[in-house]
């Protein structure tokens, strides 16, 4: 192999990318693009949720409960005077659930009280968007309030029920510091424990911090792939690959400086995209950043060998972009685990999820920003995808023809 020739091909690559604006764009214009509706459009966060409460038993105590929910930056309350008023809201879409403390609350508190019981009521939560009906005036237990959330929106039913028990609990806690010997919400006199709570890795719970980081996996494959094939398409298309064909240069000299060349680019624009989401969208980052070049430079070989293949068998721009943006894109976006949890999928597309390269992309850099760096995560995932550009760039090498004829 002729070093000569190869940085010739090189710089030859690399003004032919400077005089091509889609190069560019490609590069540079679509990570924004992408970055922004990652960072604005998919957000897993429920900041302040729309609810209804019904009183049906109104004293003192139910009145305190209410307040305590009122007060939630969680919960935005709404009060209703019937179940149909509520029901009728809740078809509306103007609130996303509502809570319904029973008639029979206080006595039911009181019964509590009066057994010493260490918990302050049960809070009944369903994800159905029909209600039950109304309580049957019983002996119970404990004493119970009702949640009913639209199940249509699981995800937001499942914040109904957490953000009113724990506004419950608030007011459960309020309640035994200010009267530890009286009968208020669970006679608080029988209980011990004080659970505090500490979230690990992500403090405020921000989605963005896990979605901006691990999206540079869908980015950067939408990038390396369209990016790379266009190229070799592009030479059959103007002529210039038959005339690459006539001369000395062999295939590895052709591939090699193809790769150099869009690998340089592929890698800028990888840190233009890091100095966005760390600078800009001010995500924490815990790791090394050698650690994130390394497995970020052996995830852009793969994404860039994938381009290259599709764009020599196809031979055509148009329809190896559309390839490269199917087969490259929605892998990385529904397979990856960024989106949608891999051990919540049934057990055939776990199995499929193992040959998707973005998964391990998106374990590495994830934990990178959120957690540090973990060395056998690390090492585990290059390893991965290291042999994944292998692959790649032996299929290229194969199907890439020698001489004219072929």
Not at 60 to 82: A, Y
Not at 265 to 293: D, E, H, N, T
Not at 300 to 319: D, H
Not at 363 to 386: M, Q
């Amino acid at each position: 192999m002729n070093s000569t020739v190869v940085f010739a091909l090189v710089k030859k690559e690399l003004a032919q990318i400077v005089r091509d604006p889609s190069s560019i764009l490609i590069a540079f214009i679509l990570p924004v693009i992408l970055l922004f509706l990652f960072g604005f459009g998919i957000n897993f966060d429920t900041n302040t949720v729309k609810i209804g409460v019904l009183l049906e038993d109104k004293n003192p105590t139910t009145v305190e409960i209410l307040d305590t929910m009122r007060h939630s930056r969680f919960l935005d309350v709404k009060v209703f005077n019937s179940r149909g008023e509520a029901d009728y809201a809740l078809l509306a879409g103007s609130i996303r659930g509502y809570a319904v403390i029973p008639n029979d609350f206080t006595r039911g508190l009181k019964r509590a009280s009066a057994k010493g019981s260490s918990e302050a009521f049960g809070a009944f939560s369903t994800e159905e968007a029909v209600p039950f009906g109304n309580f049957a005036a019983k002996a119970r237990a404990l004493p119970e309030i009702q949640v009913i959330t639209d199940g249509s929106e699981p995800n937001t039913a499942k914040f109904v029920s957490s953000y009113v028990q724990g506004a419950l609990a608030v007011y459960g806690a309020i309640n035994a510091r200010s009267a530890p010997s009286t009968g208020g919400v669970a006679s608080q006199r029988g209980s011990k424990i004080n659970i505090i709570e500490r979230f690990w890795y992500n403090p405020a719970l921000k989605s963005t911090y896990f979605i901006l980081p691990g999206s540079l996996a869908i980015i950067m494959t939408m990038t390396g792939t369209v990016l790379t094939a266009l190229v070799i398409a592009r030479e059959w298309e103007r002529g210039t690959m038959e005339a690459i064909l006539t001369t000395k240069v062999t295939k590895g000299e052709f591939l090699l400086s193809k790769y150099a060349a869009y690998f340089l680019l592929s890698i800028i624009s990888v840190l233009f995209c890091l100095f966005l989401i760390i600078f800009i969208f001010r995500v924490p980052f815990y790791g090394s950043f050698l650690a994130l070049m390394l497995v970020s430079s052996f995830f852009m070989l793969g994404a860039l060998g994938f381009g290259f293949f599709v764009s020599t068998l196809s031979k055509e721009q148009f329809v190896a972009s559309q390839i490269a943006g199917v087969v490259g894109f929605m892998p990385a976006m529904m397979l990856s685990g960024l989106i949608y949890e891999i051990n919540s999928m049934p057990w055939f597309l776990r199995l499929l999820t193992v040959f998707i390269p973005a998964r391990y992309y998106v374990s590495s850099i994830t934990s990178l920003f959120l957690s540090g760096t973990i060395p056998e995560l690390v090492i585990r995932d290059s390893l991965i995808l290291g042999a994944f550009a292998l692959l790649m760039f032996i299929l290229v090498y194969k199907i890439t023809p020698n001489r004219l004829e072929e």
